[in-house]
Protein backbone atom coordinates (compact mmCIF):
# COMPACT_ATOMS: atom_id res chain seq x y z
CA UNK A 1 0.00 0.00 0.00
CA UNK A 2 1.19 3.54 -0.92
CA UNK A 3 0.54 6.11 1.52
CA UNK A 4 0.77 9.94 0.61
CA UNK A 5 1.27 12.78 2.72
CA UNK A 6 -1.32 16.17 2.88
CA UNK A 7 0.12 19.35 2.95
CA UNK A 8 -1.93 22.64 5.14
CA UNK A 9 -2.56 23.36 1.47
CA UNK A 10 -4.63 20.05 1.05
CA UNK A 11 -2.26 18.69 -1.80
CA UNK A 12 -0.79 15.62 -2.22
CA UNK A 13 1.81 14.29 -4.48
CA UNK A 14 2.21 11.09 -5.65
CA UNK A 15 5.02 8.81 -6.45
CA UNK A 16 6.72 8.13 -9.74
CA UNK A 17 5.69 4.49 -9.76
CA UNK A 18 2.02 5.16 -8.88
CA UNK A 19 1.86 7.26 -11.45
CA UNK A 20 3.82 5.00 -13.97
CA UNK A 21 1.45 2.25 -12.64
CA UNK A 22 -1.43 4.48 -13.94
CA UNK A 23 0.02 5.32 -17.07
CA UNK A 24 -0.10 8.98 -16.41
CA UNK A 25 2.42 11.09 -17.67
CA UNK A 26 3.56 14.76 -16.95
CA UNK A 27 0.60 17.20 -18.04
CA UNK A 28 -1.84 15.07 -18.17
CA UNK A 29 -5.12 14.58 -15.35
CA UNK A 30 -6.09 12.36 -13.05
CA UNK A 31 -9.85 11.66 -12.32
CA UNK A 32 -11.17 10.75 -8.62
CA UNK A 33 -14.34 9.26 -8.65
CA UNK A 34 -15.31 9.96 -4.65
CA UNK A 35 -17.97 6.59 -3.28
CA UNK A 36 -20.27 7.25 -0.88
CA UNK A 37 -18.76 5.03 1.87
CA UNK A 38 -15.85 7.87 1.82
CA UNK A 39 -13.39 6.18 -0.66
CA UNK A 40 -12.27 6.80 -3.35
CA UNK A 41 -11.05 5.38 -7.28
CA UNK A 42 -8.22 7.27 -8.84
CA UNK A 43 -7.13 6.46 -12.61
CA UNK A 44 -5.62 8.31 -15.40
CA UNK A 45 -8.43 10.80 -16.72
CA UNK A 46 -8.57 9.62 -20.53
CA UNK A 47 -10.06 12.00 -23.06
CA UNK A 48 -13.16 10.97 -24.95
CA UNK A 49 -14.88 12.16 -27.89
CA UNK A 50 -17.71 11.57 -30.50
CA UNK A 51 -17.55 10.39 -33.97
CA UNK A 52 -19.37 14.30 -34.46
CA UNK A 53 -15.45 15.60 -32.79
CA UNK A 54 -14.28 13.79 -35.40
CA UNK A 55 -15.80 14.59 -38.05
CA UNK A 56 -14.40 17.53 -40.30
CA UNK A 57 -11.29 17.79 -37.94
CA UNK A 58 -8.89 17.52 -40.55
CA UNK A 59 -10.83 19.85 -43.39
CA UNK A 60 -9.11 22.40 -45.39
CA UNK A 61 -6.04 20.97 -43.53
CA UNK A 62 -4.64 18.87 -47.06
CA UNK A 63 -4.81 18.65 -50.16
CA UNK A 64 -4.28 14.85 -50.38
CA UNK A 65 -6.78 12.40 -50.68
CA UNK A 66 -7.25 9.27 -49.00
CA UNK A 67 -8.90 6.25 -49.71
CA UNK A 68 -11.34 4.65 -47.69
CA UNK A 69 -8.40 2.23 -46.15
CA UNK A 70 -6.11 5.02 -45.15
CA UNK A 71 -9.30 7.17 -43.77
CA UNK A 72 -10.31 3.36 -41.76
CA UNK A 73 -6.89 3.04 -40.44
CA UNK A 74 -6.00 6.07 -39.45
CA UNK A 75 -9.59 6.31 -37.54
CA UNK A 76 -8.27 3.08 -35.94
CA UNK A 77 -4.71 3.86 -34.79
CA UNK A 78 -6.18 7.46 -33.50
CA UNK A 79 -8.88 5.81 -31.23
CA UNK A 80 -6.12 3.42 -30.60
CA UNK A 81 -3.70 5.77 -29.03
CA UNK A 82 -1.16 4.90 -31.60
CA UNK A 83 0.51 7.87 -33.72
CA UNK A 84 1.69 7.45 -37.10
CA UNK A 85 3.93 10.20 -39.13
CA UNK A 86 2.33 10.62 -42.68
CA UNK A 87 5.16 10.62 -45.51
CA UNK A 88 5.30 13.40 -47.43
Do not use: C, S, Y
Request: net charge positive; hydrophobic share 40%.
Amino acid sequence: MTTLTVTARGQVTFRKKVLEHLGIKPGERIALDLLPDGRGVIRAARPTGTIEDFIGFLAGKTKKVATIEEINEAAADGWAGRIKMGKK
